[in-house]
Nanobody, 123 residues
C-alpha cells in the first residue's frame, strides 16, 4: 500500500501565493508521473499540472505562467507553487502518483490519490 499526504492548502487573497506539498510513502520501488488535480464545487476533477520522473512537465492552460510543479525524487515528494492566485483557482487539490511497487514488474504501475487539500482564494 502507498499513502499520499498533502499539505499547504488554505485561504489566500487574490494575487497571493501558496505552495502545496505531497509526500508518498509505503511500498514504493519507483514513481513515474506525479501530478496535481483540482475539483471545484459542481465541476469535474481536472488536471492542473503533471511531472515525469525525468522532470518533464505539462500544465493546464488556465495555470500556465502562474503555477510551477516540481518534485524531489529522493523524498518521493511533489510540489505545486501557485502564484498570482485567482478566485477561480478555488478548489480541492488532489495529488496523484503512478507507483511501481515491485521491481520484478516494472511496467505494472498503480495510481494513488491523496485525500485532498482545500485552496480558497477570496478577499
Amino acid at each position: 500500500q502507498v499513502q499520499l499526504v498533502e499539505s499547504g492548502g488554505g485561504l489566500v487573497q487574490p494575487g497571493g501565493s501558496l505552495r502545496l506539498s505531497c509526500a508518498a510513502s509505503g511500498s514504493i520501488f519507483s514513481i513515474n508521473a506525479m501530478g496535481w488535480y483540482r475539483q471545484a464545487p459542481g465541476k469535474e476533477r481536472e488536471l492542473v499540472a503533471a511531472i515525469t520522473s525525468g522532470g518533464s512537465t505539462n500544465y493546464a492552460d488556465s495555470v500556465k505562467g502562474r503555477f510551477t510543479i516540481s518534485r524531489d525524487n529522493a523524498k518521493n515528494t511533489v510540489y505545486l507553487q501557485m502564484n498570482s492566485l485567482k478566485p477561480e483557482d478555488t478548489a480541492v487539490y488532489y495529488c496523484n502518483a503512478a507507483v511501481v511497487e515491485d521491481p520484478l514488474w516494472p511496467k505494472n504501475e498503480y495510481s494513488y490519490w491523496g485525500q485532498g487539500t482545500q485552496v480558497t482564494v477570496s478577499s
